[in-house]
């Protein structure tokens, strides 16, 4: 989803002196083209914590985590950060202390370096190469013919969905935001790739609030909290290990992927 126009700032509007990470949805709806894509949403995230959302496509999951950026304003209710409704928090604070990697990301024409470092003008060349390996990305950059300072994007070299993933992830974490977004950032990776890449974000997670989008089990099962969305509503919610004891999407989409048993639900 890209920002509406009129998507503006309040003349009032706060600035608050730090961002901690505390988002709270209450009762949010929110209505695209004459119809409700999210319904009655409540949540409670405390700063730091760890949140996984699932659900099958279409089901809202990156609209809810588009809202928190204001992309789009929700349609009733609001949504709060740090306490504070995020329409009173100017835009480009509000999504300075937001960093969001999504699984359909833009390139643009530069470097990967300046891919990266892009919205962070003045970051360093260590900084980006760290957060690089952390995405797994610095490894098949360095394989390039120019290391970062290989032209990508519509004018330069073409990656593969996988490899636009793992800059987009760089590019999220160099921001070093109280809150993080990751929009089914791996999916286009295979598995041992996966779980180098989650093992590696296990440090970076302590102390920012994050938001997990994903159709892998393997991707959310060690969040503090999941959510499973159906049709634009909270169906589910609880740890991995409440969750597989449910007879609902959760446990099933375990099963199968876990092999236990063959697809019966739509991921």
Known sequence: MLAEPGILDKE???????????????????????????????????????IGIMGPT??????LVNLICRFYDCTEGEILIDGINIKDIPKKILRKNIAIAMQDTFLFSDTIE???????PDVDIDSIKNSAMV?????????????????VGERGVGLSGGQRQRVSLARALIMNSSILILDDITSSVDVET??????????VYRGKTTFIISHRISSVRNADMIFVLENG???EQGTHEELIGNNGYYSNVFM??????????AV
């Open 58 to 63: 279409g089901s809202g999951k990156s609209t």
């Open 135 to 151: 995405a797994g990305a610095h490894e098949f950059i360095i394989k390039m013919s120019e290391g970062y300072d290989t032209i």
């Open 233 to 235: 509503r909270i169906v």
């Open 256 to 265: 199968v992927q876990s092999g236990a048993v063959k697809a019966t639900v």
């Open 194 to 203: 996966e779980q180098q890449i989650q093992a590696a974000l296990k440090e």
């Open 12 to 50: 009032d509007s706060q600035e608050p002196e730090r961002i901690l990470g505390q988002v709270e949805f209450r009762n949010v709806s929110f209505s695209y083209n004459g119809e409700k894509a999210l319904k009655d949403i409540n949540m409670l995230v405390k700063p730091g914590q760890t």
């Open 114 to 120: 300046g891919n990266i470092a892009y919205g962070v």
